[in-house]
């Protein structure tokens, strides 16, 4: 089993849907969680973050942690062509000590949104 | 405007020939990361380095490969010799992890495209 698991994908919406975008993650003590967005050609890019249980909002991106079910996921409301993209999400298994700040991340899942 | 840079951005080499690859973190960041991404194992973290001193190379093939970070605004990742299968994207990422203020949320550079011949 991967460390961290992504639907692969593709995944596509038409312009003005949502996108839902999903993450699994191996270690119930992982406490920092992202999503990325990698344009081709392009370094990753990030675009939330979370760390409690609930949701997160940031302007039509939405990023939902449950830490029980080991789930993390990643909503874009109202989806446009410019979110075309792959979308990393990324988990800190272990918040402690020297690991502080290193991340697993998953294979990715590529968006298309068609107009 | 801060942010990571990387340099070269591309290079193309021929198998068995050196490669150095540097990368200058956002000024105040003090642990840096250096990943490589194919289309097959997607991103892969090689090193990384926290005020100057390794963390974890466990990624890094260790024949081959080296990173170091002569000082704390640069850090450098050599493959000698190279081959084709280290044709990848490289790229570093860099964060801030001081004591009471620590910022996990990793800046990535550009990227160095590598093609080896």
């Known amino acids: 089993q991967k460390e961290v698991e992504q639907n692969s994908g593709p995944l596509s919406v038409p312009e003005g849907a949502i996108a839902s975008l999903n993450c699994t993650y191996s270690d119930r003590g992982s406490q920092s969680f992202f999503w990325y967005r990698q344009y081709s050609g392009k370094s990753p890019e990030l675009i939330m973050s979370i760390y409690s249980n609930g949701d997160k909002e940031d302007g039509r991106f939405t990023a939902q942690l449950n830490k029980a079910s080991q789930y993390v996921s990643l909503l874009i409301r109202d989806s446009q062509p410019s979110d075309s993209a792959t979308y990393l999400c990324?988990?800190?298994?272990?918040?402690?000590?020297?690991?502080?700040?290193?991340?697993?991340f998953g294979q990715g899942t590529i968006l298309t949104v068609h107009p | 405007d801060a942010r990571v840079t990387q340099t070269p951005r591309h290079k193309v080499t021929e198998m068995g020939q050196e490669v150095t690859m540097r990368c200058q973190p956002i000024?105040?960041?003090?642990?840096v990361f250096w990943y490589r991404q194919t289309m097959m194992q997607g991103l892969e973290l090689l090193a990384y380095?926290?005020?100057?001193?390794?963390?974890?190379d466990s990624g890094m093939p260790k024949d081959r490969f080296s990173a170091e970070m002569p000082d704390a605004t640069l850090a450098t990742l050599k493959i000698q010799p190279s081959e084709p299968r280290d044709s990848a994207v490289y790229f570093c990422?860099?964060?801030?992890?001081?004591?009471?203020?620590?910022?996990?949320?990793?800046?990535f550079g550009p990227g160095t495209r590598l093609t080896v011949l």
């Open positions: 990324a988990v800190n298994l272990n918040a402690g000590g020297t690991s502080y700040g290193k991340l697993t």
């Open positions: 380095f926290r005020n100057r001193a390794p963390l974890d």
């Open positions: 990422a860099s964060i801030s992890a001081l004591q009471g203020a620590w910022v996990d949320e990793q800046f």
């Open positions: 000024l105040g960041h003090n642990t």
